[in-house]
């Protein structure tokens, strides 16, 4: 059974920094695209940063230059470090792996950026 689980989210201030982690089972996610998605109230899910197979990463203008994407296959684990967080950040995150067999999604973990 594959599971992706989220953890790392939290209440920040505005300039402030989290690490988000998805640990996975199941599934051995270096043979996978790895993304992380976001949602906030009465908005769409947004993709925010990938990382490929190949361990190239891209990520939505609006957080490039702020946000990490990482990958560490021993722990079969990615990351998004994110930095100088702003109250347009907050939304729920989730972790998505998906190749040609099939696209998994975690449970999401609520990030909020307020002061």
């Known amino acids: 059974q594959v599971q992706l ?3 790392g989210g939290g209440l920040v201030q505005p300039g402030g ?3 988000l982690s998805c640990a996975a089972s199941g599934i051995t996610l270096s043979r996978y695209e790895m993304r992380w998605y976001r949602q906030a109230p009465g908005k769409q899910r947004e993709l925010v940063a990938t990382i490929t197979s190949g361990g190239s990463t891209n990520y939505v203008d609006s957080v490039k230059g ?3 994407m990482s990958r560490d296959n021993a722990k079969n684990t990615i990351y998004l470090q994110m930095n100088s967080l702003k109250p347009e950040d907050a939304a729920v995150y989730y972790c998505n792996a998906r190749n040609v067999f099939g696209s998994y999604w975690g449970q999401g973990t609520q990030v909020t950026v307020s002061s």
Do not use: A, D, K, P
């Open 5 to 7: 689980v989220e953890s």
């Open 17 to 19: 920094s989290l690490r």
């Open 66 to 68: 702020r946000f990490t």
